[in-house]
């Protein structure tokens, strides 16, 4: 039975690898469409993408996609914390590993990379990350010496290419989730809990792009079958499925943290 399911970019390696062959043993084919989860909750709130099942990193995407009907039960099924990936033999491995990384990340020629803030919560949630490093590292004004404005064209990519980018050399460093690091041989710049947003931060902090407010969220993952699935119970069951035994010991294996 085919599931399409759209899913946080974020997740594509191991949605694509073993989640995938898991679920075939289940008798379930998945199409995957891997994008930012705030961009595929608009697609799905304007009718342009009609897929089984949505999995969002942070409630609010999918909060947006519930309130306009359009999902079912949501069921929280993995946590994650922010963190940097870097090239092991890159030419700023040994200063990352050894230096304080937010003096690195201001070196010139240095080059980070991110995703959009508009469309990613991954995009917003590295800014969430610089501003509280502000204050944990006592350094006002850090977060726009490593970033530049919040749209800095020179940093921002599409989130499923950051890691590649950094692979093939052209980023020093990309933001990430703390498990993604491994699933593409970089090394994980690993952040202390109080900037992490692992848990909520003590600071109240907001972004605003266009019409719309952000202020940080749990780095929850949640999957919704969608009301107007065209594959219901197959949709249903991936979900529930996702929060099972098996699922979890896969996720668990690939660095996500149990909710």
């Known amino acids: 039975m085919i599931v399409s399911v759209a899913y ?3 997740m594509a390696a191991v ?12 008798g379930w084919e998945l199409r995957g469409r891997a994008e930012g989860a705030t961009a595929l909750a608009e697609l799905i709130v304007g009718g342009a993408l009609s897929p089984d099942v949505f999995i969002s990193i942070t409630p609010g995407p999918m909060q947006r996609v519930e309130k306009a009907g359009k999902a079912g039960h949501l069921i929280p099924f993995a946590r994650t914390e922010m963190a940097f990936a870097y090239a092991p033999r890159g030419r700023w491995a040994r200063p990352l590993r050894h230096e304080p990384w937010w003096r690195v990340m201001q070196a010139p020629g240095f080059r980070l990379g991110r995703s959009d803030p508009r469309t990613d919560p991954q995009g917003r949630n590295v800014i969430y990350t610089c501003l509280l490093a502000e204050t944990w590292y006592r350094q006002p004004g850090l977060a726009h010496r ?17 890691e590649a980018r950094v692979q093939g050399g052209q ?32 600071a109240r902090l907001e972004l605003s792009f266009g019409m719309h407010r952000y202020h940080p969220e749990p780095l929850v993952f949640y999957a919704a079958a969608l009301t107007a699935a065209p594959h219901p119970e197959a949709a249903r069951a991936f979900v529930a499925w996702l929060a099972q035994p098996e699922a979890q010991t ?6 996500y943290g149990h909710v």
């Open 15 to 26: 949605m694509e690898g073993p989640l995938k062959q898991a679920a075939r043993q289940q």
């Open 8 to 10: 946080a970019g974020s």
């Open 171 to 202: 980023l020093d460093a990309a933001a990430a989730y703390g498990f993604q690091p491994a699933d593409y041989g970089l090394a994980a710049l690993t952040l202390p809990a109080s900037i992490s947003l692992g848990s909520p931060p003590s």
């Open 146 to 162: 490593i970033l530049g404005p919040w749209l800095n064209p020179k940093q921002i990519f599409s989130e499923s290419t950051l």
């Open 250 to 255: 896969i996720l668990h294996k690939a660095g």
